[in-house]
């Protein structure tokens, strides 16, 4: 595909001229003949570069500049200009211009500055994919699987200390070690950018992933999906059967109801095992002797928000006491899943619960989260039917 260029200057012959020379050489070319034209065809099209020139009535470059790396930063921006200004240059490169060129415009030099730019940006956005895809990998592939593994672990130690010998349970400790190791290995590889030091004077896991992760990765994060016809009531019981040990050690009495003849859905199997232990894990941990931890499931004709979807919908209810309501949503809303803009409400539960989302909505489902004032957190999510 053609690299698509805009060039704008406020004399016509210039813009129309370089227009037509760039097409020569193969590139896609646009041309305005002002900043407010320029914005209009930027809103439009996304641009590889743009090709500005500095003085222009009205709309000057350096404020069309502004806009570009404010809106549009996928379009990298050369400046123009007849008047050879250091503090000019210094002022355009400092506010995100990644050329500053003189004219008149020295056609061979232009194209070659051109192609040096595209091999920069094309490194660049290699370089983007990789960091996407590991990111998304520590997302949705490995920290969940790290959490339930220190669950489990902490589980077994703690129910089983006074039963097991001295070496089984160092053993398990050990265990427990490596995966906090694991986690500090990820946490120390997803530094990417410099990160802030969190309040406990070490770089954790958490604070990493505040750091680097902001909603958009969240939503726009990839993953693999092995999608097949699953039986949603069977899958969740099967889970729950897992977690037995955990609820008896507990005091938590799970409850499971099936609507009868409940239909197929299809999905990821192993991605909803994901995202039902991390909301098992997380009811488990915050409920108390006694709470109840329930699963509802039944077959609807409408989604989670009104519209039309013929789905199963499974609701999972369970007593959230480490924080209050509010709190917890402000953790897990849409709006709030800035990292850094939070700090105490996001755990590693609520991360885990906003990953859930994610991967639930990458299958055609919906997720919802809805607290009540006696501290009972309700959890829906549903799954198109086969």
């Known amino acids: 595909m053609k690299s698509s260029i805009l060039v704008v200057d406020d004399q016509a012959a210039i813009a129309l ?8 050489y193969g590139f896609d070319v646009d041309a305005a003949e002002s900043g407010e034209e320029a914005l209009t065809l930027i809103e439009k099209k996304n641009y590889d570069i743009v090709i500005l020139d500095i003085m222009m009535p009205n709309m000057n470059g350096i404020q069309v500049l502004e806009f570009i790396t404010a809106k549009h930063p996928y379009s990298d921006v050369m400046m123009m200009t007849a008047f050879e200004d250091y503090s000019m240059a210094k002022e355009c490169m400092e506010k995100g211009a990644k050329e500053y060129l003189l004219k008149p415009l020295d056609f061979t030099e232009l194209v070659s500055r051109i192609n040096a730019l ?4 094309d490194s660049e956005h290699r370089f983007s994919d990789l960091r996407n895809f590991w990111q998304s990998t520590v997302l949705f592939d490995v920290y969940g699987s790290l959490q339930s593994i220190h669950f489990i672990l902490d589980h077994a130690i703690e129910s089983m200390k006074s039963s097991l010998p001295e070496k089984d349970i160092a053993l398990l ?3 427990l070690d490596l995966n906090e190791q694991v986690v500090r290995t990820l946490k120390e590889s997803s530094k990417i950018n410099d990160l802030a030091v969190c309040d406990r004077s070490h770089r954790c896991v958490d604070c990493a992933l505040k750091e680097n992760v902001k909603n958009n990765d969240l939503a ?7 999608q097949a016809d699953t039986d949603l009531g069977l899958l969740i019981k099967q889970i729950a059967d897992r ?4 609820f008896l050690g507990k005091g938590i009495v799970f409850l499971q109801e099936n609507e009868p003849k409940l239909p197929l859905v299809k999905c990821d199997a192993e991605r909803i095992e994901q995202v039902v232990n991390s909301i098992f894990e997380a009811g488990i941990e915050d409920s108390n002797h006694g709470d109840i931890l329930k699963a509802v499931l039944s077959k609807s004709q409408v989604g989670l928000h009104g519209e039309p979807n013929a789905c199963v919908i499974c609701s999972l209810e369970y007593s959230h006491r480490s ?5 917890f949503l402000k953790g897990i809303t849409e709006e709030d899943t800035d990292w850094k803009n939070i700090t105490k409400t996001v755990t590693a539960n609520t991360l885990n619960l906003t990953i859930c989302r994610r991967i639930v909505e990458g299958q055609g489902g919906a997720f919802k989260v809805e607290t009540h004032q006696d501290n009972r957190i309700q959890i829906k999510f549903t799954l198109p039917l086969v």
């Not at 924080?323 to 709190?327: K, S």
């Open 17 to 24: 001229s370089t227009q037509k020379k760039l097409r020569a």
């Open 323 to 327: 924080m209050t309501p509010e709190d």
């Open 220 to 226: 726009e994060g990839f993953f693999l999906l092995r």
């Open 243 to 246: 977690y037995v040990p955990c």
């Open 118 to 121: 595209l091999r920069v940006r």
């Open 173 to 175: 400790l050990h265990a």
